[in-house]
Structure formats: C-alpha cells, structure tokens
C-alpha cells in the first residue's frame, strides 16, 4: 500500500528538478498527480514517465501567476481526477534572467521586484486560493510551500526571490491558522542546496564546493531529498503537523556562521582554552 494512495496531488513546477522527483515519488506512493508547469513538454515527458512506470499523471499547462490559468489547472485535476487533496507550491521563477536582476537592491527594477511577487509569491497565494475549495469538499488536505533557505538568513543577493520566499511562510501560517479546524494542513520545506537544473545553471562548481563546507551532511543535496520531505507532509504520517517550516538542507543552518572556517582550519572556538597560551 502505498504512503499517498487514494489521494490527488497537483505538483506546480512539476516539469523540472524538485518538482519533478515529487511528481514522480507521490505517484510511485500510489497518488494521482497533475505535474503542472509552464513547460508543458517537460510536464508531458514527466506524466509519460509516470505513466510508463504504472502511475497516473496528467501534464497541465499553467502560469501561477496568472489567476485564469490557476483556476483551469484546479478544474482540470478535479474534471480529471475528481477531488485534490495534496498541493505542492513549488514553482518559482530560477532562471538566470530572474537572477541577475535580483543582483543589487539599488539598482533594482520596479518591475522585476514585482514579477517576483507575482510567480514567487503571488503564484502560490493564487494556488491555495484555487484549491482550497476542493480541497475543504474532500473533508480537507495538505498543502506544502517550497520556501528557501535565503527566506530564512541574509544574503548578498536575491532580495525579491529571498523576501517572496519569506512570504510563503508566512502564507503556511495563516492557511495553517484560517482552515485547520476544517482538515487543511499547510507547512514549508526549505531546501538548501539541491542539485538541479536551476541550481546547476546558477552555481560554479566551486560556488557548490563553497556552500557544501557549510552542511552537516557533507553534499549537496538531491531533489529526491525534497522529495521524500514533500511526500511525508502531504502524507497521514504528519497529520499532527501543520504551520511548520522543515528545512531540508544538511544542516546548512543548524549551526552558526563560523563552522565551515573551523573544519577547514581544523580548530574549535575554544582551541585557546584547551591547548594554547594567550602569550
Ligand atoms: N535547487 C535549489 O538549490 C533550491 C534552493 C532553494 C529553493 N529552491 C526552490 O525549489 C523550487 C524548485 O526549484 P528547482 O531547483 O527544482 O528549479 P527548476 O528550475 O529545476 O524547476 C522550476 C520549475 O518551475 C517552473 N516554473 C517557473 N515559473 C513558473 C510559472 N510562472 N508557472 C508555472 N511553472 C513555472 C519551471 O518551468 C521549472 O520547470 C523553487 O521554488 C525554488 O525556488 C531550490
């Protein structure tokens, strides 16, 4: 029996890294998933695969940012599957466009600063707005924000990105609050560094070897380590659990700032005290 039988799940970003390995992993635990993306090919390739591996997947078109587009993605799972019960808000805008004009804030654009509300933000407000119905008609579900890291800590870039991933926690908490005595659990995952294809596109390699200094576990992590986070809080496993931030991230920020420089030194903030003079 699968962890997720029986329920339908709408993954957004689903054509593409995280999304695309819990599209795949909900469906493998016995969901009925709609990979929804604005990459409709890559969405396809993902429902085929699905497909192909016993599952039942349906590729639908979708721009989060786009209120009509939502609504048609919610009515389409439930034409197709009749009921939602697990939605992912996990698509966001990772290009490299996106990227470089959320470099410096005083040179920031309006406009910019505003698409990246608009997908990042804005995109799963849209979402739960859609689902939630549905949602409460099935006698409840689950819903799970892909946040980030850098909604969580300070950083020398991606203020949008960072201050509209700050919004979706703050989203799961409200939700959480306004529709849990009426069965919707909302809760965040927060990955670190996650191979894909967009973290791939963005970061040197040296760039990764730099940030993986910093995590307990010591590797970058892999979208089915997302994967297997999103699938438990979709599940009745966490049924107790909702409102809550889950990092997913080796422990990147488990600890504080001068970890990394201590392991590469091979020293310990009280190296003084246990073998050296202050002479
Ligand atoms: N990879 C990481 O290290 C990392 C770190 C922190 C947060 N995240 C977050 O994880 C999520 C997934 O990231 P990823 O690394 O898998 O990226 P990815 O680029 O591999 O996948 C993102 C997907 O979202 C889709 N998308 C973008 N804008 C859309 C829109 N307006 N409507 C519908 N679909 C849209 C893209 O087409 C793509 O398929 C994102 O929310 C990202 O911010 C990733």
Redesign the pocket.
């Known amino acids: 029996m699968g962890r997720v039988d029986g329920k339908v799940a709408i993954v957004?970003?689903?054509?593409?890294?995280?999304?695309?390995a819990t599209a795949a992993l909900l469906a493998r635990e016995g969901a009925r998933v709609v990979v929804?993306?604005?990459?409709l090919a890559?969405a396809r390739q993902v429902a085929k695969e699905i497909g192909e591996r016993g599952g039942q997947a349906l590729a639908q078109w979708?721009?989060?940012?786009e209120e009509s587009a939502v609504e048609a993605l919610v009515a389409a799972a439930v034409e197709r599957f009749g009921a939602v019960h697990v939605l992912h808000n996990?698509?966001?805008?990772?290009?490299a466009g996106q990227h470089a004009a959320d470099q410096d804030l005083v040179e920031m654009r309006v406009e910019d600063w505003d698409r990246s509300m608009a997908?990042?933000l804005r995109?799963a407000m849209l979402c739960c707005k859609h689902a939630l119905p549905p949602m409460l008609g099935a006698g409840g579900g689950s819903i799970v924000n892909?946040?980030?890291?850098?909604a969580l800590s300070g950083d020398l870039t991606q203020f949008a990105?960072a201050a509209a991933?700050a919004g979706l926690i703050q989203l799961a908490r409200s939700v959480a609050t306004a529709y849990g005595r009426r069965g919707i659990r909302c809760n965040v995952v927060?990955?670190?560094?996650?191979?894909?294809?967009?973290?791939e596109a963005a970061c040197t390699p040296e760039m990764m070897d730099a940030i993986v200094e910093h995590n307990l576990v010591p590797r970058a992590?892999e979208?089915d380590d997302?994967a297997h986070a999103v699938l438990f809080l979709a599940s009745d496993e966490s049924a107790f659990i909702t409102g809550q931030v889950l990092c997913v991230d080796g422990g990147q920020l488990a600890h504080l700032p001068h970890y990394g420089h201590l392991v590469r030194t091979g020293s310990t903030t009280t190296s003084r005290a246990v073998g050296e003079s202050a002479e």
Do not use: E, F, H
């Not at 927060?190 to 973290?199: D, E, V, Y």
């Open positions: 957004t970003g689903g054509a593409s890294g995280i999304g695309r929804a993306d604005r990459n890559g979708v721009d989060i940012a996990n698509a966001a805008l990772t290009d997908v990042n995109g892909t946040a980030s890291n850098q990105y991933k927060s990955p670190g560094l996650i191979r894909t294809p967009a973290s992590g979208p997302m």
